[in-house]
């Protein structure tokens, strides 16, 4: 491993320029690691893997995260059924943000919306 550089001395400018090259040079590196593990996946016989474009990455799935939105994990937007409701008829699922109904209600965390359970 080369010797690091004593970089106490540098100008900001300086160090930009430094960023600006290890950045580039860490780009081409993984390039060329990427062709390199492409033709070793395409001597295995999986070369039906399609190339994504840029920096995605692959999620248990097999998705990228460029397929469809930010990859995800847990529900892959599955409905879940609604475990409280409103006076109106509002559902709610219990996951994500207290809904608006909830909090105008006087729902403060989520004991207070256990008068609201679905039974």
Do not use: C, H
Request: aromatic residues 6%.
């Amino acid at each position: 491993m080369p010797k690091i550089p004593d970089i106490s001395g540098y100008s900001f400018d300086d160090l930009s320029r430094l960023v600006a090259l290890a950045t580039k040079r860490m780009d081409e590196i993984r390039g060329k690691r990427i062709k390199e593990l492409r033709a070793e996946l395409d001597k295995l016989g999986g070369g039906d893997v399609p190339s994504p474009p840029g920096r995605s990455r692959r999620t248990a799935k097999g998705r990228t995260s460029s397929d469809n939105g930010p990859a995800r994990r847990g529900s892959l937007g599955r409905k879940v059924p609604a475990q409280f409701r409103g006076p109106q008829g509002e559902e709610y699922s219990g996951r994500g943000a207290i809904p608006k109904w909830a909090r105008e209600l006087g729902v403060n965390d989520r004991s207070d919306l256990e008068k609201y359970r679905i039974r």
